[in-house]
Each structure stands twice: as C-alpha cells, then as structure tokens.
C-alpha cells in the first residue's frame, strides 16, 4: 500500500478512536441521553406529555403512599412527566426544600424511569455565598461564584454534592438514567439571586456554562438532558436568547409562565410566546416545552380547558411542543391539580382525557 495511503488510514482511525470514543461514556450515559431526546421527538405531533410536579410524593390528604398520585386519582392515569426539586442537595441536607427526603426522590424517579415516565429537575439552590434561600432577589451571588470569583470554590463543592445525588440516578444493575435538568431558570425575572435585578446575561450564561459542562465533563453526567427556561419576559427571538449558554449546554428550550395565563388575554400572550420558542428550537435543533406553568389553586375551574387547553390548540404548539408541567399539591392552601372532590376535578380530567394530552400509558405505548 502507498506511503501515503496508509498515513491517511493511520489518521482517520486515530480520529475516531479519540473522539468517537470519547462521545461514549463507558456506563453507556451518552446513549441514555439521546434514548430520552428520541422518545420526546417521537412524540412530537402525537400528543403532549402531561408533567407534574412531586406527584408520586404526596398531594392532598396523602404523603409517601405507594402508588398514589393526584393525577392519578382524578384522571385515571399517572402523568408521563415528573417534576423533583433538589434545592437543599448543593448544601448537603438529607431532604430537600420542601422536605421530599433525597433518598425517596432517587428511588421514585429511577421507578418512573423503569415504568417508561421522565422525570425532570428543578433546582432552587441555596447561595453559596451564605447560605440564602433562592428566593433572595437583591442578593448579588452570580459574580462572585463564577470563575474568579471569591466564593467560586464554594460554589464548586455546591456542584459535588449535586453530582453525588445525580450520580445515583441509576437503576439495580449500574445503568444511568436519563433525566431532564432545569436549572437556572426564571432568570429574566428578579425574585431568584440568579434573576435579571443582580446577574448581567453574560455572568448568568457563564454560571449556566459552568454548572453544565461541570457536571457533565468533570462528574461524567452525559446521561443528563438540560433544559433552559426563561419566564415570561420576551417577546422576540432575540430577547428569549438575552441568557441562553449556547447549543453545546442546552438540549430543550423552554418557558415557564403562571402570570399570562390568569386572565382571558393571556391565552394569546402565551401562544406568541411559545411560537418564539418553537423558533428558537427549530432555528437551533433543540426540542421546546412548556417546562412550568398552572393556577394557583385551580381557582378558575375550568382552566384546564379553556386556558391551558386553548393553548394547545393552536396547531403549531400542538406540533412543536413536547411537553407541559403543572406544579406541585402541596397543600390545599398551594396546590395547582385539582383532588377528588375539587370543583375543577372534572375539567381537569377533560383536558387529560384529550387524545392530543400523553399520560404515562398513552406515553408509554407510543415507543411500542
Ligand atoms: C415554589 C413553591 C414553594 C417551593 C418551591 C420549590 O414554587 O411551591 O413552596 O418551596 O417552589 O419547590
């Protein structure tokens, strides 16, 4: 064989044999990743995924009850989603926030995976800087714990223990699950210490870069799929990406948004808001949700038909968007699915019943 020839067969090999191999995690986390990209984009036309979140932990007059779910209760089906919190994990407490033990989260979201559901995390992390709930909207936070800050190495043992956690999202036999991760979010809003009142988009994009290249490069979490998730505040392609970390770091783009959906305009403030979200997913081949939205206390009975379901109407959110997540029943003084017994109980079991609205059969069926 010519010299030359076989130089340029030496280089092709050596090129995939370093970075073809480096794609692949050896526990197979790179695969799970895409396996749970796929499932969504399959989806996609058929039907939304329906999200709740903690269902399988407790709802209204019930906590840690085998099997039990609010969703369940009303609409006959678990949902496909489940949302979990992790606030409090960065600082080492053995329950989170909301005072969901950490080992139950592990063992209820590695059964949702088992059981063909996905699960999705939020994070309300406390400050690394002293400790302040998230909900510190003055606080100024980002600059000190992004590299070269002073509290930065802090920040990095917040990040460990959060791998720690997220490292154990494996089934029986070692393997991985995929799983959503939500950080950040809300940030185009000033309640959070991450919020647009105390972090400029560029300290807040590099915080995004370092969490997610962190977990995923330095803990070897390629099984985690992350989602980015303004609030309400954009009205335009270029204003939804004001924080966006970029295409490496991010695989779903998002929104969340309680506030439009109060009042009968609203219904079309959220339409062109999630038609510039499916934008940006088509323009950046990311898949789009509805990553957070509800009424507190389903006070308008019938908002799961005539507010979130004219929502989905609309045929280019009915095409585009994977999935939408209502909030979590932690009381019947905060709760945003309706109980057995609720005026809204029936409404809410309409819009689930919808075959364009996927609870966990009905998902789960789809990859048959
Ligand atoms: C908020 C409320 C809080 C909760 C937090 C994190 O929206 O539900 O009660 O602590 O989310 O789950």
């Known amino acids: 064989m010519n010299q030359v020839i076989k130089i340029a067969i030496l280089t092709v090999w050596v090129f995939v044999m370093l970075f073809g191999c480096s794609q692949k995690h050896s526990d197979g986390s790179q695969s799970t990743k895409n396996e749970l990209l796929q499932r969504l984009e399959l989806a996609k036309g058929k039907g939304l995924l329906f999200g709740h979140q903690d269902d399988l932990a407790y709802g209204i007059g019930w906590s840690y009850v085998d099997g039990e779910s609010d969703v369940k209760r009303v609409a006959g089906d678990y949902p496909s989603l489940f949302g979990w919190e992790l606030g409090g994990v960065e600082s080492g407490h053995r329950v989170n926030l909301d005072s969901v033990p950490f080992q139950t989260i592990k063992d209820l979201a590695v059964k949702v995976h088992l059981e063909g559901g996905i699960n999705t995390f939020s994070w309300h992390p406390f400050s690394a800087i002293d400790e302040a709930s998230s909900w510190s909207g003055d606080s100024v936070v ?75 490069h330095e803990k070897g979490l390629t099984n985690m799929v992350v989602a980015y998730s303004p609030d309400r505040f954009f009205s335009n392609e270029e204003e939804y990406l004001t924080w966006y970390p970029g295409d490496d770091v991010i695989d779903i783009v998002g929104m969340d948004n309680y506030h439009d959906l109060k009042c009968d305009s609203g219904v079309n403030e959220v339409i062109k808001k999630l038609h510039v979200v499916i934008q940006v997913a088509k323009t950046h081949q990311k898949l789009a949700a509805f990553t957070e939205t509800g009424c507190s206390n389903v006070f308008d009975a019938v908002w799961f038909t005539q507010k979130l379901g004219l929502v989905l109407n609309d045929s280019l959110i009915n095409e585009d968007v994977s999935y939408v997540m209502v909030w979590r029943n932690a009381s019947t003084n905060h709760f945003f699915f309706p109980y057995p017994g609720h005026a809204a109980e029936s409404d809410a079991k309409a819009f689930l019943d919808r075959s364009d609205v996927l609870l966990l059969n009905e998902f789960v069926e789809l990859g048959k």
């Open 142 to 216: 980002v600059k000190y714990i992004i590299p070269g800050g002073s509290f930065h190495a802090q920040f990095i043992q917040h990040l460990n223990r959060l791998a720690d956690f997220l490292k154990q999202l494996k089934t029986v036999d070692g393997k991985a699950i995929p799983f959503i991760f939500r950080p950040w979010h809300e940030m185009d809003g000033t309640w959070f210490w991450w919020g647009s009142k105390t972090s400029s988009p560029d300290e807040l994009k590099e915080l995004f870069r370092v969490t997610v290249n962190y977990l995923r």
